[in-house]
């Protein structure tokens, strides 16, 4: 079973939708939580960490369920610029990340 | 201040040839990580150092895998005896750590390798 697991999509959405996904994660001793963001053939980059209490960062809210091992996000108000691949990614000790395969996102005009 | 950066961006090798990747971390990250991307999936891990000190390994790090951080700055991985299914983006990151805290890491803009 894979650390991470992610619904791959593609979720195609109009501009200005709201666009909601999750991922759950096996290892019930995770530290700490975060989704990624990549661009074709790009590297990932930090979108926003994931806590306990549910975190808000403009149009992106997260929301982590330690109880069930489960992330989600959710885009309000979707820009073209939003489309890309989301990389939910767990750290399960120090210095280790665990990365989803990635949920696709296109925002279409 | 310049991010992580990466040499070759991009390499074509034939089956059977060695290819070595370098990577420069950003200034003063003591930690130094590289992952292996292949198409449709996330970053896997493949090995860490902080400072000069290689400090684990996946066991997706065949034999024919080496890493190295000399002097605990740039680091070079190298692939002896490519095969296609080496083909990949190596990507490279860093991080800075004190005291065995977790911190931010900065990924590198990728090594795409194309085994023919």
């Known amino acids: 079973r894979k650390e991470v697991e992610q619904d791959p999509g593609p979720f195609n959405v109009p501009e200005g939708a709201t666009v909601a996904f999750n991922c759950t994660y096996s290892?019930?001793?995770?530290?700490?939580f975060f989704w990624y963001r990549q661009d074709c053939r790009k590297e990932p980059k930090l979108l926003m960490s994931v806590y306990s209490s549910g975190n808000e960062d403009g149009r992106f809210t997260a929301q982590l369920n330690r109880a069930s091992q489960y992330i989600s996000l959710l885009i309000r108000d979707s820009k073209l610029s939003d489309s890309a691949t989301y990389l939910c990614?767990?750290?399960?000790?120090?210095?280790?990340?665990?990365f989803g395969a990635g949920t696709t996102v296109t925002v279409r005009a | 201040d310049t991010g992580v950066s990466q040499d070759p961006r991009h390499k074509i090798t034939k089956r059977g040839q060695n290819v070595t990747f370098r990577c420069d971390p950003i200034?003063?990250?003591?930690?130094l990580y590289w992952y292996r991307q292949t198409l449709g999936q996330g970053p896997e891990f493949l090995t860490y150092f902080q400072n000069e000190a290689q400090l684990e390994k996946s066991r997706l790090l065949s034999d024919r895998f080496s890493a190295e951080r000399p002097k605990g700055s740039f680091s070079t991985l190298e692939i002896q005896r490519t095969e296609q299914g080496d083909s990949a983006m190596y990507l490279c990151?860093?991080?800075?750590?004190?005291?065995?805290?977790?911190?931010?890491?900065?990924f590198g803009e990728g090594s795409w390798l194309t085994v023919v």
């Open positions: 990614v767990v750290r399960s000790n120090d210095y280790k990340l665990s």
């Open positions: 200034s003063e990250h003591n930690r």
């Open positions: 990151a860093s991080s800075y750590n004190r005291d065995y805290s977790g911190n931010t890491i900065y």
């Open positions: 290892n019930s001793a995770s530290q700490s």
